[in-house]
């Protein structure tokens, strides 16, 4: 149980384009779900947290413009890079609670290596 | 306040023996403490936590102990196995459900 599905697992787009990562709850119910970016051998960062039926919060120095997070559904949020440049390669991991379990818990997806060219 | 220390920041250890990784924080009003690992190329997998009411806790050849007057939490690996390798970050529970992660252990166990 608590797994926590990405897609895509990695993609390659040109600088300037948009690229959509998706983030899904495959067995439970998420009202939260957490959005992450990791350099290379680097920590885990941050993004924004990710609230179903509201608007996303975002971490200090990341912009809301430039990264938009929709969370829809109880099982989905979405992450846009819009305008990518090379600087915005990275692995971008997200994470999501049981909203049904008191719970500290987060559960995290496989991650999704992006690479702008 | 934010920041969570993690030492060492590389670990190599003979199969058999065991493996240690300590954090520190400064945020007295943590509760929740746990240990991911992480894989090469994959996301964090939770291999154990600790909450603050207990001091220590533990799950077949892992466990955690918290110190939470002093502000620090340690995970102990034994009988270290090569499947083991990987890195590995502590994090804290920072309020709103959010979590600061340390730095990470990269943890090489050579068979």
């Known amino acids: 149980g608590a797994v926590v599905s990405q897609h895509p697992s990695w993609v390659i787009c040109k600088s300037g384009t948009s690229v959509k990562i998706e983030c899904r709850s495959l067995?439970?119910?998420?009202?939260?779900m957490f959005w992450y970016r990791q350099f290379p051998k680097q920590s885990l960062m941050l993004m924004a947290t990710s609230n179903e039926g509201s608007k996303a919060t975002y971490e200090q120095g990341v912009e809301k413009d430039k990264f938009l997070i929709n969370h829809a559904s109880l099982t989905l949020s979405t992450l846009t890079v819009t305008s990518a440049h090379p600087e915005d390669s990275s692995f971008y991991i997200c994470?999501?609670?049981?909203?049904?379990?008191?719970?500290?818990?987060?559960?995290f997806g496989p991650g999704t290596r992006l690479t702008v060219t | 306040g934010e920041n969570v220390e993690q030492h060492p920041s590389t670990l190599s250890v003979q199969e058999g023996d065991s493996a240690v990784i300590k954090c520190t924080y400064s945020d007295s009003a943590s509760n929740y403490f746990p240990w991911y690992k992480q894989e090469l190329g994959k996301g964090p997998q939770l291999i154990i936590d600790?909450?603050?009411?207990?001091g220590e806790k533990k799950d077949q050849r892992i466990a955690v102990t918290l110190n939470k007057t002093a502000k620090h939490f340690s995970l102990h690996i034994t009988e270290t196995q090569p499947e083991d390798s990987a890195v590995y970050f502590c994090?804290?529970?920072?309020?709103?459900?959010?979590?600061?992660f340390g730095t990470g252990t990269r943890l090489t166990v050579i068979p």
């Open positions: 600790i909450r603050s009411n207990v």
């Open positions: 994090a804290r529970e920072r309020g709103a459900n959010n979590l600061f």
């Open positions: 994470s999501a609670r049981d909203r049904d379990r008191i719970t500290y818990e987060q559960y």
């Open positions: 067995d439970f119910q998420a009202t939260t």
